[in-house]
């Protein structure tokens, strides 16, 4: 699994139609967006893994201006984005290979499983909807980002 966070203090996300046109879906106040991605040897316990370390991370500003607090700490908000493009091989040629990804039915049990535990850590979290084009804005605070790899 593959995932990549960053701290935000507000972001989106839109369901874009064939004509272009903006169908707004979710939004969140301060928080987190996650974009994740799952490879082919995941599992539920890989899912659940990476939401604890979500969920518990400490990439919020205490009074004194040190990292010490949890999204659970502050009260914030999880936008999470299926993110297939996460697992891309561009090492070789110019056009990214995709086979890293878990195949599409895989990809999409193991995201809502993702979204499912990450409630149950006490995280309110909104999606985005899986194979789907979408638009995603968001204001990165700090920036602050951060990437996690199973491996």
Known sequence: MRALLQRVT????SLVDDAGVETPLATIGP?????ICAEPADTDET???FARKVANMRVFEDADGKTNLSIQDVGGQALVISQFT???DWKRGNRPGFSGAADPETAERLYL???DFLRVEGVDAATGRFRSHMRVTLTNDGPFTIWMDSD
């Not at 507000?10 to 996300?13: C, E, L, N, R």
């Open 47 to 49: 899912a659940q893994f």
């Open 31 to 35: 928080g987190l967006v996650v974009l």
């Open 113 to 115: 499983k993702f979204v």
């Open 10 to 13: 507000a972001a989106g996300v």
């Open 86 to 88: 996460l697992a891309a």
